[in-house]
């Protein structure tokens, strides 16, 4: 959806594809959920638990990869307290900012290996449209202090900024 050059559209309502009510994608069958539109320009800033490390979010099976119980779990958690915060459909491509309470991980933690819970719960939850490069243009993840666990800050890339939309040299 593209609101143009609309950016009063911030009440309106899109429907977003669900494959169950965490908002996580199954081969079953889909169900649609309303979610707010906002407009471009908008920042919007989220709190989250810590994600879990990339390395603890799934494990080998005979038969493929599963799920991990730990990352089961945040999902839960984190979608809850996700919706609780009315998360509205960012319109157009998008940088994001990851912060996450360094004391809530070991001092061993790898900031980079939370990124993809974060980026898969917006996607599943219907605020980002898709995590590729087409939409994400830009990912920081940092360390901060006193947050109390993480916050994802979703910042409107700005025009000039995206290749595809600067004008070639003359």
């Given at each position: 959806?593209?609101?143009?050059?609309?950016?009063?559209?911030?009440?309106?309502?899109?429907?977003?594809?669900?494959?169950?009510?965490?908002?996580?994608?199954?081969?079953?069958?889909?169900?649609?959920?309303?979610?707010?539109?906002?407009?471009?320009?908008?920042?919007?800033?989220?709190?989250?638990?810590?994600?879990?490390?990339?390395?603890?979010?799934?494990f080998n099976t005979g038969r493929g990869r599963a799920i991990t119980p730990e990352y089961k779990a945040?999902?839960?958690?984190?979608?809850?307290?996700?919706?609780?915060?009315?998360?509205?459909?960012?319109?157009?491509?998008?940088?994001?900012?990851?912060?996450?309470?360094?004391?809530?991980?070991?001092?061993?933690?790898?900031?980079?290996?939370?990124v993809k819970a974060v980026e898969d719960l917006l996607v599943a939850h219907g605020v980002l449209r898709?995590d590729s490069r087409k939409y994400v243009r830009a990912v920081t993840a940092t360390w901060a202090e006193?947050?109390?666990?993480?916050?994802?800050?979703?910042?409107?890339?700005?025009?000039?900024?995206?290749?595809?939309?600067?004008?070639?040299?003359?």
């Amino acid at each position: 959806v593209d609101t143009g050059n609309y950016p009063q559209l911030t009440s309106t309502y899109i429907t977003r594809d669900f494959g169950d009510d965490q908002g996580f994608g199954s081969r079953g069958a889909r169900q649609h959920r309303l979610c707010p539109l906002r407009a471009k320009g908008d920042r919007m800033t989220y709190d989250l638990p810590v994600p879990p490390s990339s390395n603890n979010m799934f494990f080998n099976t005979g038969r493929g990869r599963a799920i991990t119980p730990e990352y089961k779990a945040w999902r839960e958690e984190a979608g809850l307290m996700l919706r609780r915060q009315k998360p509205a459909a960012f319109v157009g491509r998008a940088d994001l900012l990851i912060e996450i309470d360094e004391k809530a991980c070991s001092a061993s933690s790898d900031v980079t290996n939370r990124v993809k819970a974060v980026e898969d719960l917006l996607v599943a939850h219907g605020v980002l449209r898709d995590d590729s490069r087409k939409y994400v243009r830009a990912v920081t993840a940092t360390w901060a202090e006193n947050i109390g666990a993480c916050r994802v800050t979703i910042k409107p890339v700005s025009r000039g900024d995206n290749k595809e939309e600067r004008s070639a040299p003359s």
